[in-house]
Nanobody, 127 residues
Framework: QVQLVESGGGLVQAGGSLRLSCAAS????????MGWFRQAPGKEREFVAA???????????DYADSVKGQFIISRDNAKNTVYLQMNSLKPEDTAVYYC?????????????????WGQGTQVTVSS
């Protein structure tokens, strides 16, 4: 069983930065895709970013258009941790951010395809 625990959320002013962490307990294979999603009040959960493996030594990243060039996803397999560096934050980035793991490594943007979820961490960006 895999458990995911997010941390690093908080209150930040517009234009600021935060780095979210997602620590996994249990075995996360290098082939798992790891994703970040967010959910604002009254809205559906939406894809933010994912990092996935397609063989060899390279990981690939996929981003929602709304955060491309603003957020960076990375993973440290030795630490079983995934990160989301969030820069130039805007009030519309305010949401609960969730980390998720996909055993098949193919779901990427589809939340229903992910097998494990963290409890979420609140990010609030003030104007």
């Amino acid at each position: 069983q895999v458990q995911l625990v997010e941390s690093g959320g908080g209150l930040v002013q517009a234009g600021g930065s935060l780095r979210l962490s997602c620590a996994a307990s249990g075995r996360i294979l290098i082939s798992y895709a790891m994703g970040w999603f967010r959910q604002a009040p009254g809205k559906e959960r939406e894809f933010v970013a994912a990092v996935y493996w397609r063989g060899g030594s390279t990981y690939y990243a996929d981003y929602a258009d709304s955060v491309k060039g603003q957020f960076i996803i990375s993973r440290d397999n030795a630490k079983n941790t995934v990160y989301l560096q969030m820069n130039s934050l805007k009030p519309e980035d305010t949401a609960v951010y969730y980390c998720a793991a996909d055993r098949e490594g193919t779901s990427l943007r589809r939340p229903l395809g992910y097998d494990y979820w963290g409890q979420g961490t609140q990010v609030t960006v003030s104007s």
